[in-house]
């Protein structure tokens, strides 16, 4: 099969194959290739290869192809709100979620800051988150010794709402003592000095007498030393 | 016709096509979901057949599957500076690429023998049953990869070289070049 010397007719031979030629210039081909037999060969070859291309090729499933096509533009574009509307709507309701979370847990905190704030009139004994004055000074220092602060919180945690003045032993003997002129919750720095002096003069007349008995101790006498000090000091 | 830019220049036909894919588009943006269906009926079989040209031997349908849909996922990208076709045979030759660099990879590790491909091939060749087609595929088959590409879009699907050189990488004149190559080894062998 030889190649027909015209290198621009047989350019133009696959496009007169698939009629893609205006009809000035297919004609002008049409009338060339009725001369050439070297033209008229490959042209006859190349639907040869045309017609085997085609016949070797499978018939695509089209519905198959479209199955898998995206959604045309507008649907996307009308879809989209709605999942912005569902978005926020899941979002309202976590919203929803965190404020219920922080209102149950802000009255919890709420309330027991408040009870821990209550103040009991009559009462000597002193939250210390609630009053940042000083420890009140108690009318026996032996008394004041045997209150554990404690004792005091786990006082001032058991109260409830019911403002209830709670009395126990100590507190009686505090309100013994302010009988004789302490006001109850006040500071030292309160008194004046003729009530100063008879919180002295009590003092000096009271008797050391614990509260409670004490555990009976063991002494080691050792008669070469002057003092002796308790097993397991 | 003394100049063979300007007879190409006049080379038509394909315009009107051209304005009929972008009218497609058009609808289908606005939509119009049958605009898919007509543009799919227009161009899946020419996808097909540079598939089957280019040695695709099966899964024709979900190659040409994947190039409409990542065609369609990209046509916000398209701006009509060639014809459709065109693009589509970009994308599908992309992918088929992407396929044989993954079937290399595969037949890397699993070593498949010579006998596996030839069963193949005998069995697609069973279904061509004239004889001088079974010649031409055998003529194709010994073109390089390029050659069998430009030949195949340049005689099955009438692109032009410009065309041609979009959708394969190449320049005008190396399309002409490859096919005009392609077509002497097709004879040579046919003359054996």
């Not at chain 1, 008394?143 to 409830?160: G, K």
């Not at chain 2, 990208?77 to 690429?97: A, D, K, V």
């Not at chain 2, 879009?153 to 096919?179: N, P």
Request: proline content about 5%; overall charge negative; aromatic content about 4%.
């Amino acid at each position: 099969m030889n190649d027909c010397p015209n290198a621009e007719m047989r350019d133009l031979l696959p496009d007169l194959l698939h009629e893609r030629l205006d009809a000035p210039i297919r004609a002008a081909v049409a009338a060339h290739v009725g001369t050439c037999e070297d033209c008229r060969a490959e042209l006859a070859l190349l639907g040869g290869v045309q017609r085997m291309l085609t016949k070797q090729t499978p018939r695509v499933d089209v519905a198959y192809v479209v199955g898998a096509l995206p959604l045309a533009s507008k649907q996307r574009a009308s879809k989209q709100p709605a999942a912005r509307v569902a978005r926020r709507r899941w979002a309202d309701w976590r919203v929803a979620a965190a404020v219920a979370v922080l209102a149950v847990g802000g009255t919890s905190a709420a309330l027991m800051e408040r009870s821990n704030a209550i103040v009991i009139p009559g009462d000597t004994v002193q939250v210390p988150q609630s009053n940042p004055t000083p420890e009140p000074v108690q009318a026996t220092p032996a008394i004041v010794a045997s209150q554990p602060a404690p004792a005091a919180d786990r006082l001032a945690a058991s109260r409830s709402d019911t403002r209830t003045p709670v009395r126990t032993a100590d507190t009686e003997q505090v309100a013994t003592t302010a009988n004789d002129g302490i006001g109850v919750g006040r500071s030292i720095g309160d008194l004046n000095q003729k009530q100063l002096r008879a919180l002295l003069d009590d003092i000096d007349n009271m008797q050391a007498v614990p509260i409670t008995e004490p555990e009976p101790v063991s002494l080691k006498v050792d008669a070469t030393r002057s003092s002796s000090v308790p097993e397991g000091m | 016709m003394s100049d063979a830019t300007s007879a190409r220049a006049r080379v038509g036909g394909r315009s009107d096509d051209d304005q009929r894919d972008l009218e497609l588009i058009a609808r289908w943006k606005a939509g119009d979901e049958r605009a898919a269906t007509e543009i799919v009926e227009r161009h899946a079989q020419a996808l097909a057949r540079f598939a089957v040209s280019s040695g695709e031997r099966s899964e024709v349908d979900e190659l040409v599957q994947d190039t409409f849909v990542r065609a369609f996922h990209s046509l916000d990208g398209f701006r009509g500076e060639s014809s459709f076709r065109t693009w589509l045979f970009t994308i599908e030759r992309r992918l088929l690429l992407d396929r044989r660099r993954a079937e290399k990879r595969r037949r890397d590790r699993t070593e498949i023998q010579e006998d596996d491909a030839a069963t193949a091939y005998d069995a697609l060749d069973s279904v061509v049953a004239d004889e001088t087609q079974q010649r031409l595929r055998a003529a194709m088959e010994r073109l390089s990869p390029t050659q069998r590409e430009v030949f195949s879009l340049r005689v099955g699907e009438g692109l032009s070289y410009k065309e041609i050189a979009e959708a394969v990488g190449t320049t005008e004149g190396a399309a002409r070049v490859h096919y005009h190559n392609a077509m002497r080894a097709v004879k040579e062998f046919l003359d054996e």
